[in-house]
């Protein structure tokens, strides 16, 4: 597993960074490949990145002020999906968000993904709010949710 902001086998990591999201989410990317590029610029914000023999496989962004950190997203190729790649990744990150002092992290998570919900949920998450029409592509609603670190990590 890499840590972006330090080594990865890419030269410009937006790019693979992108076609992982475009080919991974039902509705395609979120983001476009200009707001990778962006994103991997800020100072506030990390990536873990999983890759296997040359195969990206996934990736969790977030970004950190003070003692929060707002996941922006956890992506599983769809090759990968269902193989615990993404519960072997959200460890990763509550392991190393633990380690900075992070005291909590949130998420968005679309209403109708059931999946993910139950694995953060697994993971410690909790459900917080809900915010009306959050997605586009199809528009649904959004999960906000919340894991306190030092709960998980005691």
């Given at each position: 597993m890499y840590y972006l902001k330090g080594n990865i086998p890419s030269k410009d990591p937006a790019a693979p960074l992108w076609c992982l999201s475009e080919e991974s989410y039902l509705h395609g990317s979120p983001w476009s490949l200009k707001q990778f590029e962006?994103?991997?610029?800020?100072e506030k914000s990390e990536y873990l990145v999983l890759i296997e023999e040359n195969q990206w496989i996934g990736f969790i962004s977030y970004h950190w002020v003070l003692d929060e950190v707002d996941i922006t997203h956890v992506v599983i190729?769809?090759?990968?999906?269902?193989?615990?790649?993404?519960?072997?990744?959200?460890?990763q990150l509550i392991k190393q968000i633990g380690e900075k002092k992070i005291s909590q992290a949130f998420l968005e998570v679309r209403v109708s993904n059931?999946?993910?919900?139950?694995l953060y949920e697994k993971k410690g998450f909790k459900t917080i709010n809900r915010r009306k029409n959050y997605y586009?592509?199809?528009?649904?609603?959004?999960?906000?949710?919340c894991l306190k670190v030092k709960e998980v990590n005691q």
């Open positions: 962006v994103d991997l610029a800020q190729h769809k090759e990968f999906q269902q193989q615990g790649y993404g519960s072997k990744m959200i460890d059931l999946n993910a919900q139950k586009n592509h199809p528009k649904e609603d959004g999960v906000v949710m």
